[in-house]
């Protein structure tokens, strides 16, 4: 079964570092474009960051220099590792495969439940 | 930065047809994607490429983009289809993914 599964979150004071893990089974990583979306209490989807099976990375405006989206060498595992974590930071946490078919990009088909981070004092 | 706009809330009566919309700049050039997610659960794909259904997801669901507008028909609405509904594409000027700020359908 394909499946996602995310860990990590937690209470983190203001200026905090934080690394969500995203284990897949089913399909492998690093065969996939992979994503990390967010959503702030009683708020919409904010898309995060991508990292395109070939490697390439590319980060929302709000998190560009203090995230940073990795893939393990080995395991089957996406990371976020949040540096410089601010109050606007607070969400639940997803990450999400892209499906890609032929070069055509086809939505994220497969979510996990998310992973809540909390930054307060 | 490329923007998605949709309306706040929609309220349907069951049996009735709902209508989401998802408006930005030429939005019938790119593709765009619909995704639903009910109260306290991970977001499900529900459209892709505009109009096509994933395995699994109801004929009632359908999609269509053109102009500065794609749209997600619901028809003969169930209490089930109460959920928030969020719009998303792919900004090719920085590679970045774009959402929607969701719909809530609440089935009256």
């Known amino acids: 079964e394909v499946q996602l599964l995310e860990s990590g979150g937690g209470l983190v004071q203001p200026g905090g570092s934080l690394r969500l893990s995203c284990e897949a089974s089913?399909?492998?990583?690093?065969?996939?474009?992979m994503n990390w979306v967010r959503q702030a209490p009683g708020r919409g989807l904010e898309w995060v960051s991508i990292v395109y099976s070939g490697g390439n990375t590319y980060y929302a405006d709000s998190v560009k220099g203090r995230f940073t989206i990795s893939r393990h060498s080995s395991k089957n595992n996406l990371y976020l590792l949040m540096n410089s974590l601010r109050t606007e930071d607070t969400a639940v946490y997803y990450c999400?495969?892209?499906?890609?078919?032929?070069?055509?990009?086809?939505?994220?088909?497969?979510w996990g439940h998310g992973t809540t981070v909390t930054v307060s004092s | 930065s490329y923007v998605l706009t949709q309306p706040p809330s929609l309220s349907v009566a069951p049996g009735e047809t709902a209508t989401i919309s998802c408006g930005g700049n030429n939005i019938g050039s790119k593709i765009v994607h619909w995704y639903q997610q009910k109260a306290g659960q991970a977001p499900v794909l529900v459209m892709y490429?505009?109009?096509d259904r994933p395995s699994g997801i109801p004929e009632r669901f359908s999609g269509s983009n053109s102009g500065n507008t794609a749209t997600l028909t619901i028809t003969r609405v169930e209490a089930g289809d109460e959920a928030d509904y969020s719009c998303?594409?792919?900004?090719?000027?920085?590679?970045?993914?774009?959402f929607g700020g969701g719909t809530k359908l609440t089935v009256l």
């Open positions: 490429y505009n109009s």
């Open positions: 089913g399909f492998i990583v690093r065969d996939n474009n």
């Open positions: 999400a495969r892209e499906r890609v078919v032929r070069g055509v990009l086809l939505g994220m088909d497969v």
């Open positions: 998303q594409v792919w900004d090719t000027s920085n590679d970045h993914r774009v």
